[in-house]
């Protein structure tokens, strides 16, 4: 069975700084996508970024870029000039197969102004 | 386009009732999903469907029971509620097998008291 880890449950940073948000998971498949979802208080779920596992290249979108270490099944979320309106709960996710989608517990980032 | 549509919100049960979460999409998506959110958590998969007329169960479908007798619509059905199903509710859509993108829901929070 595939699990997603991320081991922080809680991060702060400063506004405009940088926040790495880390994410382990676990799959014995070659091809197979991740994302990373932001989930703010308004509880609805929105896409911030997704990587191919075939792609070399790491994914970016705007201030968010992700570092995709495929052999140490590692893919850690980057937030740089950390904005007020980042604050939220971050999911990465794995999609485990044609339909569902394997989520890790969450981190919750804080920015601080 | 109103996207994925639950109702209701917020909704407190007592032990041993029943009720309905509605979810709605507009985006004429083949694949719908429930997932449910507790405290600290990462999403669980309840139930899915890929196309109208077919479901299946997914990580924790104890409790609950769903249909698709529409594309459109996907509802959640809990019979006996019980406080172990206090949570947040999410329905989440997507096109197609292939599609990695999921759209989802505000959610819905329920207690059961």
């Known amino acids: 069975a595939q699990t997603v880890t991320q081991s922080q449950p809680e991060m702060s940073v400063q506004e405009a700084e940088t926040v790495t948000l880390s994410c382990t998971y676990d799959t014995s498949e070659s091809d197979y996508y991740l994302f990373w979802y932001k989930q703010p208080p308004s509880r609805q779920m929105i896409l911030v970024i997704r990587q191919e596992a075939y792609k070399q290249q790491n994914a970016t979108e705007n201030r968010f870029s992700v570092n995709f270490q495929k052999a140490a099944k590692s893919f850690s979320l980057k937030i740089s000039d950390s904005q007020l309106g980042d604050a939220a709960m971050y999911f990465c996710a794995y999609r485990r197969d044609d339909y569902k989608l394997s989520f890790g517990a969450g981190t919750t980032v804080t920015v601080r102004a | 386009n109103a996207g994925v549509t639950q109702t209701p919100k917020f909704r407190i049960l007592k032990i041993g009732q029943s009720m309905t979460l509605q979810c709605t999409q507009d985006?004429?998506?083949?694949?719908m999903y429930w997932y449910r959110q507790d405290p600290g958590m990462g999403l669980k998969l309840i139930y899915y469907?890929?196309?109208?007329?077919?479901?299946d169960k997914g990580e924790v479908p104890n409790g609950y029971n769903v249909s698709r007798s529409t594309t459109e619509d996907f509802p959640l059905r809990l019979e006996l509620a019980a406080p172990s199903q206090t949570s947040v509710y999410f329905c989440?859509?997507?096109?197609?097998?292939?599609?990695?993108?999921?759209?989802f829901g505000a959610g819905s929070r329920l207690t059961v008291l």
């Open positions: 985006m004429n998506h083949n694949y």
């Open positions: 989440a859509s997507k096109r197609h097998a292939g599609a990695n993108v999921l759209t």
């Open positions: 469907s890929v196309g109208a007329g077919i479901t």
